[in-house]
């Protein structure tokens, strides 16, 4: 591996698809173990292309070297459609990979690579790679590369979303501690560049159900216009008071979706509320006019 002005350049090391890092992926809801991002991504191959057989045989064996091997031959391939997909497919791969391994998750966020482009120096590979050994004296110059580099904007991208993921769980916690008339939520949240922590008092007025909830900070009320929760298990509160208008994001790696509609329902209601047959999340927006997407 050698580190640059500008790039962290590497061949068959860590950042390596080959590497072993193993990590759990639900494909299709099946839960699916890996030892290796190649793994995965030739399973995916064989999934997109609908051939069953071969991607039997490639969950069943996790050496690289083989799964490539029958990855080659994956039935009914199609070259435009495995490249519009590839990508996507890859850095689902290495977020679970670095997220599930803390070892490598600190190689790939090390201060000595802030700010470093990650290149994979393979001399041969044209599309994941830069078609270049990492000692070429022109490694630094994208404009002499022969090959893509997906697989270093893959993991440029994936040390992006960690980083964040990261800074959302230091800053964002969410907890409820339910009183009959009000529910509190100790909340450690961050609103633009400003810190709050500390107990925040979320009130609900259980005889009108229309009435948006709101928010104590620092000493001062603020009205809930609305709520929005995210795919990334988080509250999106935009507040206002005296026209003024803040947004307030709200977040825990637990919380889930379904979690967090039963919690919706039970602030208000101050009852376990379980989903019923047929009862979907539509409804408790139309019931309480919050948005959940």
Not at 70 to 80: A, C, I, T
Not at 199 to 224: A, C, G, H
């Amino acid at each position: 591996m050698r580190v640059t002005d500008k790039h962290v350049c590497f061949w068959n090391e860590w950042p390596s698809n080959w590497h072993p890092a193993e990590f759990d992926i639900e494909v299709n809801e099946v839960h699916c173990h890996f030892y290796n991002t190649e793994q995965y991504f030739m399973y995916m191959k064989a999934i997109v292309f609908g051939d069953e057989e071969i991607a039997k045989q490639i969950l069943a064996d996790g050496d690289p070297k083989k799964v490539k091997a029958l990855g080659r031959k994956v039935q009914n391939y199609d070259e435009q459609v495995w490249n519009d997909k590839r990508y996507q497919i890859m850095l689902k791969a290495n977020v679970a990979k670095f997220s599930q391994n803390e070892d490598l998750k600190q190689l790939l966020l090390s201060p000595e690579y802030k700010g470093h482009g990650f290149v994979e120096a393979s001399p041969y590979d044209k599309v994941w790679g830069i078609r270049m050994y990492e000692s070429n004296p022109d490694i630094d110059n994208e404009t002499k590369w022969k090959g893509l580099n997906l697989l270093g904007k893959v993991l440029d991208e994936t040390r992006r979303i960690i980083v964040e993921e990261e800074s959302i769980k230091e800053n964002f916690l969410i907890w409820d501690d339910r009183d009959t008339n009000e529910c509190f939520f100790g909340i450690s949240i961050l609103i633009g560049d400003q810190s709050y922590t500390g107990k925040k008092e979320l009130k609900f007025d259980s005889s009108n159900p229309d009435k948006m909830p709101t928010i104590l900070l620092d000493d001062e009320y603020w009205q809930v216009e609305s709520l929005k929760l995210t795919d990334r298990h988080e509250m999106e509160l935009n507040l206002i008071s005296n026209d003024i208008t803040k947004k307030v994001l709200v977040s825990d790696d637990e919380i889930e979706k379904k979690e967090a509609y039963k919690l919706l329902c039970a602030a208000f209601d101050n009852t376990e509320h379980e989903k019923s047959e047929g009862e979907d999340y539509e409804d408790v927006e139309d019931f309480y006019g919050w948005e959940l997407s």
